[in-house]
């Protein structure tokens, strides 16, 4: 490999790492005339072949701008963004194939973009498989929800109507009820007594009235005398 500096045709390789889980080898390497070092990075060419006929190779790029798009106004960074076009093409790379349709490139996108952010996974799947209606959309919202667990509350169900409580037979009264309920009644702040006065005697009364005591048999014949 030539070098950057002083383009001498030949370099030594001086360290050698494995990196972004074994994809890619980067070598540090040292040039001979100059002296001076530098880094070279080594992967496997992956092409990628389009429905036109065309190969081009696998950019990371090209995802990271794709699902920028779908991402866009999500709460989404771009380092995120990085670590999910790294899944893609190690996803890619796995299934051994020097070239690769792009419809599965778009496939590989789908579930990483899914555990990332489900409203930008619904953008980028409306595109990519062509959504003509609601009821795609309705049938993509269902498939997220039971991959939650639940489908919650049908919205078409009714809520069930509360049984009323069945009400308990009234206790007959017992003694002193009716007193208890009269007390009760009484305005407050006002004396009620507790048994009221007997009426005095007619007789007596009169007697009362005009200064005389009531004097006993004797008093009584004294008065029919007269």
């Excluded at 790294?86 to 796995?94: F, G, N």
């Amino acid at each position: 490999m030539y070098c950057p500096y002083c383009r001498h045709p030949d370099s030594r390789v001086i360290d050698s790492r494995a990196a972004e889980d074994g994809v890619t080898i980067r070598r540090r390497r040292s040039c001979p005339a100059c002296g001076r070092r530098f880094t070279t990075q080594e992967s496997v060419i992956l092409t990628v072949g389009k429905r036109s006929g065309v190969t081009e190779p696998f950019n990371r790029d090209k995802i990271v701008s794709r699902v920028r798009r779908a991402c866009q106004g999500r709460p989404v960074t771009d380092d995120q963004l990085a670590i999910l076009a790294q899944r893609v093409e190690a996803t890619i790379r796995t299934r051994g194939s020097g070239e690769i349709p792009s419809h599965e490139v778009g496939l590989a996108i789908l579930g990483p973009l899914r555990e990332l952010d489900e409203v930008a996974y619904l953008r980028f799947a409306s595109v990519y498989r062509s959504f003509q209606s609601l009821a795609d959309f309705e049938e993509e919202i269902a498939a997220l929800r039971a991959a939650h667990g639940g489908a919650g509350p049908d919205p078409a169900e009714p809520d069930p109507v509360p049984s009323s409580p069945v009400p308990s037979s009234p206790e007959p009264p017992g003694p002193g009820s009716e007193e208890q309920h009269e007390e009760h009644d009484q305005p407050a702040g006002r004396w009620r007594p507790e048994s009221a006065p007997l009426p005095a005697a007619a007789g007596t009364a009169g007697s009362a009235g005009r200064g005389q005591s009531p004097a006993g048999p004797a008093g009584r014949q004294h008065l029919s005398a007269r």
